[in-house]
């Protein structure tokens, strides 16, 4: 998910009641939230896009256990520097060093939890595994969380510098949250199924059901059959049971031995480690031959999104 919807959902739970444990509370959740991000700046990764990301850091292990209690550590550190200079703080609140990693704690696990819910995937038991774990229940940019959580929060803080009930509207807004992201997940597994209980009668190995930006029960599907990639689309409100719209499959080219030499290109071994539905396309000539790799979840056609990788390879044939 985008970094104002983590930034959102620390800030709920701070506002439902937690930001009072301690003092630097609500930025311990809001830090913490966004905190598996920073792996955008490690450089790790040859392939440009921040897609590549979502590995060590989101994982279970890198982004749940390690990283929070670096992050309550320089809090603590940034609390004692103040403490130090004479500040004062206006929460009244003390300084608990158990319940400030406890806190941060909180705001980090929230973040591979909702990285979950979209196509692009997390690799949640990273380093043990590589593989990548998807829900597909929610698009990246979320706008009706962004406006849930922002009312929810909004209205908290309006009661909260009355003097009011303040803790209630953060909590309404968080469950809003939740019973949304359910719809979506009954939502999903009916567009899941959609192919293979009407046309096309499909038997899929990998599928992933993509929600809408804005009109979230619609679904963008692409699916991996015996060699082959296929689209369709799903709209509960057009037809509940079966696809909307489907695609001949395809061949993902990936047993054409071009394909194999053209992934021996470091940045392409990135995109195959990334990508979990790879396809090719190429382009023979007389004595090379051009390889194009996309990512079945974003494009229909094999180099029309940026999520995807080249090749030039040449051909052993008579004149070459």
Sequence with gaps: M????????????????????????????????NMPDIDVFFGWA???????????????VGGVLLMPPLLAGLLWLL???????????????????????????????????????????????????NRWYHTDTLFIIDVWIWLMLGSAIWLSRRRERRGGRWRAAASIGIALVGGYIAVN???????????????PYAAPETIYASPGPVLFWRRELAWRESG???????????????????????????ADPLVRRALRDPANKAFARWSTMPFARVE?????????????????TVGADRFGGKAVVPIEAPGC
Aim: net charge positive; with cysteine.
């Design 284 to 300: 023979r000539g007389r004595c090379s031959a051009r390889v194009v790799f996309g990512d079945a979840r974003y494009a229909r």
């Design 185 to 199: 997940a009954i939502l999903t597994a009916l567009a899941k199924d959609a192919p293979r209980v009407g046309a």
């Design 2 to 33: 985008d970094n104002l919807t983590h930034s959102l959902v620390g800030w709920a739970i701070g506002q439902a009641g937690a930001k009072r444990m301690t003092r630097k509370g609500l930025a311990a959740l809001i830090l913490g939230a």
């Design 228 to 254: 082959t990639v296929a689209w369709g689309r799903y709209d509960p409100f057009e037809r509940l049971l079966g696809l909307t719209e489907h695609t001949a499959p395809v061949p993902t080219n990936f």
């Design 79 to 129: 609390d004692r520097w103040q403490v130090s200079r004479g500040a004062v703080f206006q929460s009244g609140l003390a300084m608990h060093f158990g319940r400030l990693v406890a806190l941060s704690y909180l705001g980090a696990v929230t973040h591979p939890l909702l990285d979950w819910q979209t196509t692009y995937s997390v690799q949640l038991l990273s380093p043990l595994s």
């Design 46 to 60: 040859p392939w440009a896009p921040l897609a590549t990301h979502r590995g060590f850091t989101h994982g279970l």
